[in-house]
């Protein structure tokens, strides 16, 4: 692999290209040795670990998210962390990042556009069974009884969900405190928030959860 093939994983990449739509932009890249020198001075010290892996995770997350901006043709910025977590994106904007040891992965978009965005990747691997329970409330769990990989598919959706949400409504969510609905391409919340979802499955599994600014207006 050369050039910057060598930052993508060919099948995650085709599994991105119909995930969203037009209004968010989605990218990924595999953590490379050194990507933690591309946490600049302002986000260095809001990343509270000082594991190498992490740091390295966050600084690949930070280069796809610099990347995102250049495509969204907005200025190029320093995407800190605040205090409560989340990534802070310039004014206008939302985003989400995730990262496991291999791939990080980001999401953007106008806040005119989407009021709520967030993102998660997992391993495309079936979850424990004493994690299923956790994860799936009664009714999402026949599903995912009769497919190794639904209960990894629930906590990834749950997962961006969560980071949809927070930014905007900071509120602690539970597993149970979301349902989704799969066919529909949905999750609603317990206080009553309602998401639209799409997934991507790959060597890994990514979830995209959002609300869309018209209909959070309307709603
Ligand atoms: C937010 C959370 C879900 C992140 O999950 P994770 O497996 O630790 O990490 P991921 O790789 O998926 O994502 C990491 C990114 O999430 C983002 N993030 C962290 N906390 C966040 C929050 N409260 N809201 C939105 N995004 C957040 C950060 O940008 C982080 O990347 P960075 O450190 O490089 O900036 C988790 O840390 C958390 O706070 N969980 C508590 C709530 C929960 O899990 N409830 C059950 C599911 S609903």
Known sequence: MTGTNAV???ALARALVSLAPPAILVDHRLIATGDENALLAEEADTIPSSAIAIRRASGA???VGRGLLDRLGCPRAALPRAA???VRWPPGLVGSFAHDERVAIAAL???????ALGIDIEPAAPLAPEVLDLVAIPRERPAAANDPLRGRLLFCIKEAVYKALYPRDREFL???DIAVDMAGQTAVTRQGRALRIAL???THVVALA???TAGLQKG
């Open 109 to 115: 978009a106008r806040a005119r556009d989407i009021a």
């Open 210 to 212: 959002w609300i869309e």
């Open 61 to 63: 997350a930070r280069i």
């Open 200 to 202: 991507g499955v790959a």
């Open 8 to 10: 993508h994983d060919p």
């Open 84 to 86: 409560s977590g989340e």
């Open 174 to 176: 539970e597993f149970h």
